[in-house]
């Protein structure tokens, strides 16, 4: 039960920590939504957004993973 409270917590600081870096890379690879006049906003959005929640995600995954294999053993895992 911990485990899966902690994967939680992993997954929510790493996407909170990643954003503003992976927000600066996108104004600077200029992977941003430009305003235009069908679109609501005045200054250019950054499109990267979603790779700072996937990568938060992945980490929260990968702990998991190592705690499966931990608790259980990789002979469990395997096909039969």
């Known amino acids: 039960m911990y485990s899966d409270l902690l994967a939680f917590f ?5 996407s ?7 927000r600066s890379l996108a104004l600077r690879v200029g992977l941003v939504d430009k305003p ?3 679109k609501v906003h ?5 499109l990267l ?8 995600f992945a980490l929260a995954v990968l702990y998991l993973s190592a705690q499966i294999y931990r608790d259980f053993g ?3 895992l395997r096909c039969r």
């Open 10 to 14: 992993i997954a929510f600081l790493a």
């Open 74 to 76: 990789f002979w469990r």
């Open 36 to 38: 235009g006049p069908r």
């Open 42 to 46: 005045v200054k250019p959005i950054p």
């Open 16 to 22: 909170v920590a990643l954003t503003a870096p992976v």
């Open 49 to 56: 957004g979603g790779v700072a929640i996937y990568c938060g």
